[in-house]
């Protein structure tokens, strides 16, 4: 996978950068958003020290996290793709700001949320290069903000985030406990795009929907074609 040079990240002024409109909208939805990183620190360093099979007390904040930012992506592409914001590359050269197009943003990719000001196969939407280099995409603030908190029809932002439904999501070793599978069958069918992963921070997970996606494209053993099995 060729990644493409990319322009120094900024933005014009009076613009939000994406990755800074993701991280608010993560925020609006749960106010301790940026507290969980130190959770997950704290919370890795205990599963650690921890007896084998015992991942310590409390809940695991990477499960939280990954549902805000699952939340948060929803609900700002959704907004890019209806229009409801806008998003744009700055030409360096010539000094215009180029929109995006709004259609592209509707597919979600490989990354849970949208952390990075840059398009990806990882983070699919609309091409943000000129000339072979990707420039970062960005929100006119003004336009940000009223949509956030001002904006009539945005006033039902909070009840659209309660709204999406929750996801329910399985690490790797989750999934080979559900179905018996090895970790390196489960890393085959990934890499052959029969099961869909995705990452939060440095953990890949499976959504539930996609684990069932999974299982059920699997044959059917009376038609006589057997289930590899690790």
Request: charged share 25%; aromatic share 8%; proline share 7%.
């Amino acid at each position: 996978m060729s990644v493409p040079m990319r322009s120094p990240n900024i933005v014009p002024r009076g613009a939000i950068r994406l990755s800074e409109a993701f991280d608010r909208v993560c925020s609006n939805i749960a106010p301790d958003w940026s507290e969980l990183p130190q959770l997950c620190v704290m919370w890795d360093e205990n599963v650690e020290i921890a007896p084998l099979g015992d991942e310590g007390s409390g809940d695991n904040p990477y499960d939280r996290e990954f549902e805000i930012a699952y939340r948060a992506e929803t609900i700002l592409r959704s907004a890019l793709t209806t229009g409801a914001l806008r998003a744009y590359i700055h030409n360096l050269r010539t000094g215009v700001d180029l929109e995006l197009k709004p259609s592209e943003w509707g597919r979600a990719g490989e990354t849970v949320g949208l952390p990075s000001d840059y398009t990806s196969e990882l983070m699919p939407g609309p091409d943000c290069t000129l000339d072979g280099v990707a420039s970062p995409i960005f929100i006119p603030r003004e336009e940000f903000e009223k949509w956030l908190g001002r904006d009539p029809a945005a006033l039902a932002f909070n009840a659209i985030a309660q709204s999406v439904a929750e996801p329910r999501a399985f690490s790797l070793e989750e999934v080979c406990l559900r179905t018996g599978l090895s970790r390196s069958k489960l890393y085959q069918e990934i890499e052959q795009k029969h099961l869909y992963a995705r990452k939060c921070g440095n953990r890949t997970l499976v959504l539930e929907s996609d684990l069932n996606a999974f299982l059920n494209a699997l044959p059917n053993f009376q038609t006589g074609t057997t289930v590899s099995m690790p």
